[in-house]
């Protein structure tokens, strides 16, 4: 037997060893074959808005786009993560919606539009809607009008006389765009109602009107009834008017002082009682005068010229011209000695915020529309309550509104149809509305009321029985009630 010692056993396992591990040394390796990391592409593409995807005429939107990719891993796009993302408005113009490379979007005109993003051939949307806020409002009789952002002009109540301005004669509960004409498709930039018509400016300065014109009060140099806007003069300085019952007042962009429609209590100021059925200055010496401000009642007028005076005329049965007196007056006359900043008329009372925030009232006065505490009527300018925050009035039927300083509103006077927005009976005295500090404007019409809040929505209550209210029913309103932006 062959003997073997025990430090050759050892070494045999230990040799195998390191043979097995290469510490045998002498041997090559075979280098392993390099691992190709798998091509990650992008496979979805999320569009995303900072804020509510309906906005506003001229308001901005930022969207941003959230690529996913194929190992699943997501990061934001731009033009420095992605050379080629590309935004775009689906319409592939920017009537609607503009959008820049950083997808920033300028809302441009009503309507909707989709805006994508791109890369290659992968895209992302997102659908946008554009409105347009209201930004004037006016009322008179049993109708309203209103301008939005787009410089529309809208329309709905009573519609018997076409007053409306759509082409028909069909009282609508909702608002319709005033029908455009072919003399001129140019936006409009104010408007005021009368009882059965209304006047309204373009941002051309030229002047419109529609509806009754019995009178004359449409200014077109006839007595026939237009549905439609119809051009009363080619003049294009015209920057403010007032409707009455059935007169207008207007002022140029020098100031001057211009009136027509009826004149039967000399509410034109022209020193007759003859209507005119066409724009007629005041005669000398108020010819050249500058006036600031104009308001129109039912049968009277109010105006205040550039050092702040206060002047009236036209039917005085409840002292509603402010003279101390009950007499009509068919020419301008100067109403105290006080200073006003601007002035309101009802249809039988007139309303006016001197230049501290006061506010005075004078004229009929049976349904606490002077908001004095009593209901009798008063031939004369008289403080209404200690408040002089008064930012802006208006004056109804037998009603009245007005917003503070602070963005609170009030009313008072006759509240038969909830024009107070109180849901209480009359209120002879100033009584807020709720509690919010976003009014900025009133209107009132014969028994209903409109105002604008500080965001540009249209806020309405009162009679209803014609539409007037333009939320799509006939029932009056007690409170407040949102007219939507379409």
């Not at 033009?79 to 080629?84: F, L, N």
Request: hydrophobic letters at 40%.
């Amino acid at each position: 037997m062959k003997k073997f010692t025990f430090s050759s056993l050892l070494a045999a396992p230990l040799f195998a060893v390191l043979a097995a591990c290469g510490g045998g040394g002498g041997g090559s390796s075979t280098p392993a074959t390099p691992v190709t990391p798998p091509v990650v592409t992008l496979k979805s593409i999320a569009v995303t808005a900072a804020g509510p995807t309906t906005i506003q005429v001229n308001g901005t939107l930022q969207l941003a786009a959230t690529g996913t990719y194929s190992d699943g891993t997501t990061k934001t796009l731009t033009t420095a993560t992605e050379s080629t993302l590309a935004w775009t408005t689906k319409s592939g113009g920017s009537a609607v919606a503009a959008v820049t490379n950083a997808g920033l979007v300028t809302a441009k005109a009503v309507g909707s539009d989709t805006i994508n993003a791109t890369v290659g051939t992968v895209v992302g949307s997102i659908n946008v809607t554009v409105n347009a806020p209201w930004i004037q409002v006016a009322a008179g009789g049993y109708q309203t009008a209103a301008i939005k952002a787009d410089n529309k002009l809208y329309a709905w109540g009573s519609n018997i006389k076409g007053q409306l301005g759509d082409g028909t004669s069909i009282n609508r509960n909702a608002p319709v765009t005033v029908a455009p004409v072919a003399s001129s498709t140019l936006p409009w930039k104010q408007v005021a109602v009368g009882d059965q018509f209304v006047v309204a400016i373009r941002t051309d300065g030229s002047l419109w009107a529609w509806g009754l014109n019995q009178n004359g009060q449409l200014g077109d140099g006839t007595l026939v009834e237009k549905s439609v806007p119809t051009l009363i003069s080619k003049d294009k300085d015209w920057i403010a008017i007032a409707a009455g019952k059935a007169h207008v007042v207007a002022l140029k962009g020098t100031g001057v002082l211009w009136t027509w429609g009826r004149n039967a209590n000399g509410q034109l100021g022209l020193g007759t009682t003859a209507d005119k059925q066409v724009p007629t200055l005041l005669p000398a010496p108020l010819a050249t005068a500058t006036w600031l401000a104009v308001a129109a009642g039912e049968t009277h007028t109010l105006a205040i010229q550039k050092d702040g005076s206060l002047w009236a005329w036209g039917g005085n049965t409840y002292g509603q011209v402010g003279n101390s007196t009950t007499v009509d007056v068919t020419a301008p006359v100067r109403i105290g000695t006080a200073n006003f900043t601007s002035v309101a008329a009802g249809a039988f009372h007139s309303l006016a915020i001197r230049s501290g925030g006061t506010l005075y009232a004078w004229g009929q006065n049976s349904s606490g529309q002077l908001g004095n505490n009593g209901s009798a009527l008063v031939n004369a300018p008289v403080q209404i309550g200690p408040d002089s925050n008064w930012g802006m009035v208006a004056g109804g039927y037998a009603h009245s509104l007005g917003v503070h300083n602070d963005g609170t509103l009030w009313a008072w006077g006759a509240n038969d149809s909830g024009q107070l927005g109180t849901g209480t009976g009359d209120v002879p005295s100033p009584t807020q509305i709720g509690n919010l500090q976003t009014w900025k404007t009133v209107a009132a019409g014969n028994a209903h009321s409109v105002a604008l809040k500080a965001d540009q929505t249209l806020w309405v209550w009162g009679r209803n029985d014609e539409g007037q209210l333009g939320n799509g029913k006939n029932a009056a309103s007690q409170v407040p009630v949102n007219v939507p932006y379409e």
